[in-house]
């Protein structure tokens, strides 16, 4: 069974910190580092969005709306994915989503593999 498994989120203030974590098992995750992983959102009413990546080798890349503020990192040894948040704001609030896809995420490759998602809200 593939599984993507957040956990992390809750209700903060702003300027407060969150870190997310993304575990992943399954027979299908037995090679973990070949996945690339990303962190995407969905507020209500809107569309989801892609917040964050780390490619199968390494590379991160962040939405211009979340640079500098949040950081994206992988274990492959424990198959688990991270997103620390820090300066969160008000417009942070949404359903954080886990996905997986081997060799690379983009726009024209989303990811195959889906979380749950997990709740972060943001108070003023």
């Known amino acids: 069974q593939v599984q993507l498994v957040e956990s992390g989120g809750g209700s903060v203030q702003a300027g407060g910190s969150l870190r997310l974590s993304c575990a992943a098992s399954g027979i299908i995750f037995n090679i973990f580092d070949v996945y690339a992983m990303a962190w995407y959102r969905q507020a209500p009413g809107k569309q989801r969005e892609p917040v964050a990546g780390?490619?199968?080798?390494?590379?991160?890349n962040h939405a211009d709306s979340v640079k500098g503020r949040f950081t994206i990192s992988r274990n492959n040894a424990q198959k688990t994915v991270y997103l620390q948040m820090n300066s969160l704001k008000p417009e942070d609030t949404a359903v954080y989503y886990c996905g997986a896809r081997p060799g690379s995420i983009g726009s024209s490759s989303p990811p195959i593999y889906w979380g749950q998602g997990t709740q972060v809200t943001v108070s003023s």
């Open positions: 780390v490619s199968s080798g390494g590379t991160t």
